[in-house]
């Protein structure tokens, strides 16, 4: 089943669920995109940083040949700019870590071609993001989940850190609902009108995490993953902390 979409305020269409591609192995990922696209994905999310986006072109032209996809039912995630859409390389721009100050800032700039339709931050119960995100949507700026589930996998992982796949309430809940943890933790997102990008490359887990559409977690429910935020974050970015844009140092 593909994944529906979110209007931005560009009128573009953006999927609510998409794949995200960080450690993605380059030798691996062709095929991992190839899967998802059969899957129903249509959002993948990408970065040069990520060092495969080469691979996971390949994958796209190859599908597009093939006729599994058209182009322009794909909607492809890079970090970009205001030439490129000049160029008409680009159809939107969004915007990546940015508190709401710093969106401030963008939005007030004399001279702004392009306003950002999406900002993509961290989010997860651990780090509900409830003031940035209102904050975002009250300026017609859509958000994107990124590390949905935590990001079990990030390199900087330090033991006796929070482990959200693990946590008992959510695997309670996923049991309530005869669902697993990720796909709660997707649901959560999505039922926020949160665009969300978990990354797998597992065929098996890339095929569960788009099974999220035929279930709906109660009032209540949301209230209690609510609950649960600790403004911890995954992804700190500990390497520019002492940079002068640093933005995790904001409270939103
Ligand atoms: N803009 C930014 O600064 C930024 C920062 C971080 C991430 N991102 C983007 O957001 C994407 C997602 O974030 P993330 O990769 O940090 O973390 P994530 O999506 O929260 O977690 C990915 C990890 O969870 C595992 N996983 C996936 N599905 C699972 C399932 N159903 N059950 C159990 N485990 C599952 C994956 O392992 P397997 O692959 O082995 O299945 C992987 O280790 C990234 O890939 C990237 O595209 C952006």
């Not at 339709?117 to 990124?146: D, F, M, R, W």
């Not at 943890?181 to 665009?195: G, H, K, S, W, Y």
């Not at 429910?221 to 904001?250: C, G, T």
Request: hydrophobic share 35%; glycine share 4%.
């Amino acid at each position: 089943m593909a994944s529906p979409c979110v209007e931005l305020s560009n009128k573009m269409k953006m999927p609510t669920l998409g794949l995200g591609t960080w450690q993605a192995p380059p030798g691996k990922v062709e095929e991992v995109v190839k899967f998802a696209i059969d899957a129903g994905y249509r959002l993948f999310d990408c970065a040069y940083f990520y060092q495969n986006e080469n691979e996971i072109g390949n994958a796209i032209q190859q599908k597009i040949k093939e006729g599994a996809v058209k182009r322009e039912d794909l909607f492809i995630v890079t970090k970009a700019m205001e030439e490129l859409v000049d160029c008409g390389l680009v159809k939107a721009i969004g915007i990546s870590n940015f508190n709401h100050e710093q969106i401030e800032r963008i939005l007030n700039k004399p001279g702004l071609k392009y306003k950002p339709v999406n900002n993509q931050i961290e989010c997860h119960p651990y780090l509900t993001q409830e003031k940035l995100i209102k904050y975002c949507k009250s300026n017609g700026i859509s958000v994107t989940a990124y590390s949905p589930l935590g990001s079990p996998n990030r390199p900087w992982a330090k033991p006796g850190e929070p482990v959200l796949l693990d946590d008992p309430e959510i695997k309670e809940i996923a049991v309530r609902h005869h669902k697993t943890p990720a796909q709660v933790l997707i649901r959560f997102l999505i039922q926020r009108d949160v665009i969300v990008i978990p990354k797998s490359d597992k065929p098996q887990r890339i095929e569960e995490n788009i099974k999220v559409f035929d279930f709906e977690l109660s009032k209540k429910e949301m209230d209690v993953i609510l609950s649960f935020n600790r403004n911890w974050r995954a992804v700190p970015a500990l390497q520019a902390v002492n940079h002068k844009d640093y933005p995790f140092k904001a409270e939103y």
